[in-house]
Nanobody
Framework: QVELVESGGGLVQAGGSLRLSCAAS????????MGWFRQAPGKEREFVAA????????YYADSVKGRFTISRDNAKNTVYLQMNSLKPEDTAVYYC??????????????????WGQGTQVTVSS
């Protein structure tokens, strides 16, 4: 059974940083594009960032561009989201997901086959 397990969430002050990790297992990780989404209370889940199978191409939502960095380590079957200059509006549950679109430019939920359970990120003002 495919598994995606996020970690690294927590409580941080505005302006601070967090690094999320997502460990994948039981599928061919290096054949999938990977993405991060988030869902704030009372809002729909939204795209945050995505990376191609090789890590060579990355894509970001405008709201996080320049502050967040997505990366992957295929040897460790892990995708990361480095979040800097965090703002209270970044508060959400963050999910990683795997898409068969290897190019990695998948911004919509329907493009992803597998999802993690999420990790909470709370940014205090």
């Amino acid at each position: 059974q495919v598994e995606l397990v996020e970690s690294g969430g927590g409580l941080v002050q505005a302006g601070g940083s967090l690094r999320l990790s997502c460990a994948a297992s039981r599928f061919t990780f290096s054949s999938y594009g990977m993405g991060w989404f988030r869902q704030a209370p009372g809002k729909e889940r939204e795209f945050v960032a995505a990376v191609s199978w090789s890590g060579g191409n990355t894509y970001y939502a405008d709201s996080v561009k320049g502050r967040f960095t997505i990366s992957r380590d295929n040897a460790k079957n892990t995708v990361y989201l480095q979040m800097n200059s965090l703002k209270p509006e970044d508060t959400a549950v963050y999910y990683c997901a795997a898409s068969p679109r290897r190019v990695g430019n998948s911004r919509y939920e329907y493009e992803y086959d597998y999802w993690g359970q999420g990790t909470q990120v709370t940014v205090s003002s």
